[in-house]
């Protein structure tokens, strides 16, 4: 502190909660009396600047925190994102609507289909396309087992950064097996970008069907298992209740959805409030927190999973009832024709080298939001209507979590900020675009 | 040690316990790669699955996966590395103490992949030495075990020993910066860093 | 009351102009001059309490060059809101938001970043997504897709650090 041990009065800082975030500087000077502090004591001497990133275990992806910490009480805290910027938005702009499905898997590459569902649904907005129904329930059925991953996957990091090191590989096992189910219906295990505009690429064979079902039977006892490990852990407790609360006034002006709002007790979910591809069709529940603390959003997820699974079951009923139905749009301004035809049909080869080469959406924009496991995912298309994107904006919840990190994290003590970052939840595929 | 050599000298004809000290040594170090995760996007998450239950790297020796480089043999690069995260990623591979290996996992490290965009490396290999490239966007984890075994066999053709005897790997000792020039423990081709990095014209994309 | 009676009534006094947007939405633009009194006016008496985005469209050629949207949410009406504002290329500047919903200080670098638009009043406006010292904005419409010298603050950092610290071993080459 030899700046400020020449002495001399030392104005109180008065700090905005969050303005590490905007980039306010504040002059940091700190009371005392000359002469009865040990300059010694390494608890209140200088402030610290720690750089927590880009290449960190428990940031979740490359994050940067610049961290100003006083002994363990952090004082300044200010993201820096940009690490995984891989210019998707310009992207867009010159690959074209269709070959841009590829990219939208790899946002949010936790729940990659549930991007793809987003994306399409704005498009088929913009071009009024409609979905069969089956399609529908297709898309909700892989929305949901996508949210089930991401809820995982946050589930086990935050638990192995908390310390909980059981939980990463329960929750890695399960994951593996709805990477098996995936595998089988799309092909692939991760980034699978299944969905079409206007519906899904391919149907689901009844033997896939019957092993979702036997995973959808025995996930809900792994959920227990989950919960036994830590809703009553008296380390988990202490480390995330009350740490991080959020009202519901911070929320909204924070720009703050999903889970994170839910857990303040604001009852906002986008597949209830304004429903898509058939969600008002289902049966579920919406967990609602209280105080909106880390513990909360742990509940909540874990809930959410609960809901997922019953969401899940209602759409392989759905599917039985409508086997054999359309999955896929007929619409050949946007909708590839079956391979086979294109060989018989002038008609369809005309129209799959329109699509391929020239595929044009009409001039306007359209905004489409879903509900995401991170809040709320929206895709702002504009076309001129020429071939060539206008603007594709992509809406990323995540952004807005990790906005709210220094609004969670100032005054705090160093180790809360492992818990507000896993239980805000964000991924920086999706922050970074 | 000079007795063990032969007479003539020729680095390639020496003698036995040389390379069974080489064997023994690869042995050890095959067996013990300690990844260092650089988990930057899509495949960092195939890469946890690596590491979790299904996959388990551990059985093949790479049981400590530490996130500080100073403690990690292997680096991999799952991910797409952009320019603005280079400088930290070119950081953590110097970080890492010798003998070091490098696997870019996934198309985006190994080419940029699917983003020939302003912000994206093209390729891990423009910022550092990489052993072993493994495509997929994301390459199943089967695919990366592959790509640890390969690098394994690639490991058991390096001769440390008879390069600590011939003296290279001490090398020469620079008095004026005070340090050693040491060779690198594998011959891995050095990175394109090293060629004139072609000069990226304004319009352009780079190589 | 339904979404356009209550805009048109928060926004009695303010001109604007109401669009017909693909999705069947709400959407109105605005002079970029009245952004702060408007968006305000949504806030406080038609009650969108939550901003969704705010991002840009770059229209070159055709001026206004850009066009600054933003996107409301109202919880409590349960229905959304688009504004648009037009300004122009050369120097492109609005006024900030974030006094009214701070959760819009990313959004707002962002728009500086990828597009150039000063944001008046915005604390801390500096690039979010590009590296600091980056002289361009990539979403800008002549901006290439593959950029240009995209490896240049790397080359420069390297050169740095090699000139510091002169190599140790091959392997740092």
Redesign the interface.
């Known amino acids: 502190m030899s700046t400020s041990s020449t002495g001399g009065p030392a104005a109180k800082t008065t700090r905005v909660p969050g303005s590490g975030a905007t980039g306010a500087r504040t002059t940091r000077t700190f009371e005392f009396a000359p002469g009865e502090v040990d300059r010694d004591d390494p608890l209140h001497g200088e402030l610290m600047e720690l750089n927590m990133g880009p290449q960190h275990p428990a940031t979740h992806g490359v994050l940067r925190i610049k961290v100003v910490l006083d002994g363990e009480h952090m004082v300044e805290v200010e993201p820096d994102v940009g690490y995984l910027h891989r210019g998707k938005e310009k992207t867009c702009e010159s690959l074209g609507w269709r070959k841009f499905f590829v990219h939208t898997d790899r946002l949010d590459y936790l729940q990659p289909l549930m991007n793809n569902c987003a994306y399409a649904l704005a498009l088929e907005k913009l071009g009024a396309v409609p979905v069969p129904e089956r399609g529908q329930t297709i898309r909700v059925l892989l929305m949901e087992l996508s949210r089930v991953m991401a809820h995982l996957i946050y589930l086990g990091t935050t638990s192995i950064d908390l310390g909980a090191v059981t939980m990463f590989f329960f929750t890695f096992s399960e994951r593996e097996r709805i990477y098996t189910l995936l595998d089988a219906y799309t092909g692939h295990r991760m980034n699978n970008t299944y969905i079409r505009i206007g519906g899904v690429y391919a149907d689901v064979e009844p033997a896939v069907e019957r092993d979702i079902r036997a995973w959808l039977d025995q996930f809900p006892a792994k959920i227990d298992e989950f919960e036994k490990m830590l809703t009553g852990n008296r380390i988990w407790f202490d480390r995330n209740r009350n740490i991080g609360s959020l009202t519901p006034e911070m929320c909204k002006a924070w720009s703050l959805s999903g889970p994170n709002l839910r857990a303040s007790g604001v009852e906002w979910d986008l597949r209830k409030k304004q429903p898509y591809s058939g969600y008002e069709h289902y049966d579920f529940e919406v967990p609602i927190g209280t105080i909106g603390d880390c513990y909360d959003r742990y509940a909540v997820r874990i809930e959410e999973m609960r809901q997922s699974v019953r969401i899940c079951q209602q759409a392989l009923d759905r599917l039985e009832k409508s086997r054999g139905g359309e999955f896929l749009s007929d619409d050949r301004r946007y909708v590839l024709p079956p391979r086979g035809r294109v060989q018989t049909s002038m008609e369809e080869l005309i129209h799959q080298f329109k699509i391929v080469t020239d595929m044009a959406l009409p001039k306007g924009e359209a905004y489409h939001a879903v509900e995401s496991s991170k809040g709320e995912l929206g895709f702002f298309v504009a076309s001129d209507g020429t071939s060539h994107p206008l603007r594709c904006h992509i809406r990323a919840p995540g952004l807005m979590n990790v906005q709210a990190i220094p609004v969670l994290a100032e005054g705090r003590l160093f180790s809360d900020m492992v818990s507000i970052i896993g239980s805000l939840d964000f991924v920086m595929g999706e922050v970074d675009r | 040690m000079g007795s063990l050599k032969p007479a003539d000298g020729h680095a390639s004809e020496t003698g036995f316990f040389v390379t069974q000290v080489d064997w023994v040594v690869n042995w050890g170090r095959k067996n013990s790669l300690w990844p260092m995760p650089?988990?930057?996007?899509?495949c960092?998450?195939?890469l946890?699955?690596m590491i979790?239950?299904?996959f388990d790297i551990a059985r093949f020796g790479a049981e400590a996966a530490r996130?500080s480089p100073r403690q990690c043999d292997l680096m991999v690069v799952a991910?797409?590395l952009?320019?603005?995260?280079?400088?930290?990623?070119?950081l953590?591979y110097?970080q890492m103490p010798?003998p070091?290996w490098v696997i870019a996992m996934g198309v985006c490290s190994s080419s940029g992949g699917?983003?020939?965009?302003?912000?994206?490396?093209q390729g891990v290999d423009?910022?550092l030495?990489v052993d072993l490239y493994v495509p997929g966007?994301?390459p199943?984890p089967d695919a990366v075990i592959d790509a640890i075994l390969k690098l394994q066999k690639k490991i058991e053709r390096e001769k440390p020993f008879q390069l600590l005897l011939e003296g290279d790997v001490v090398g020469e000792y620079d008095s004026g910066?005070k340090?050693?020039?040491?060779?690198?423990?594998h011959s891995v081709p050095?990175?394109r860093?090293?060629e004139v990095?072609p000069p990226?014209k304004?319009?352009?994309?780079?190589t | 009351m339904s979404t356009q009676e209550r805009v048109v009534a928060a926004l009695a006094g303010i001109q604007h102009s109401l669009q017909q947007p693909r999705d069947g939405g709400l959407s109105i633009e605005i002079e970029a001059s009245v952004v702060p009194q408007a968006l305000a006016a949504l806030r406080d008496r038609a009650a969108f309490d939550t901003n969704v985005f705010v991002t840009a469209i770059d229209r070159f050629p055709a001026e206004p060059r850009f066009t600054v949207c933003y996107a409301f949410l109202s919880t409590t009406h349960n229905d959304r809101v688009r504004v648009q504002a037009r300004i122009p290329g050369e120097k492109p500047h609005i006024a900030t938001i974030t006094h009214l919903w701070p959760g819009t200080a990313y959004s707002e670098r962002e728009c500086f970043d990828m597009f150039g638009i000063v944001f008046d009043g915005h604390t801390g406006l500096k690039r979010l997504l590009m590296p600091q010292g980056y002289d361009h904005f990539p979403l800008r419409k002549e901006f290439p897709h593959q950029g240009i010298e995209p490896d240049r603050l790397y080359r420069e950092w390297d050169q740095r650090r090699r000139e510091r610290s002169p190599l140790r071993s091959e392997s740092e080459a």
Do not use: Q
Request: glycine share 12%; net charge positive; hydrophobic share 35%.
């Open positions: 650089l988990g930057l996007s899509c960092g998450i195939e946890m699955a979790g239950p299904k996130f991910g797409t952009t320019w603005k995260m280079a400088e930290a990623a070119r953590i110097d010798d070091k699917m983003y020939d965009s302003y912000s994206v490396v423009m910022i030495p966007c994301p199943r910066t340090r050693f020039l040491r060779a690198p423990n050095t990175t860093s090293h990095l990226t304004p319009g352009g994309g780079h």
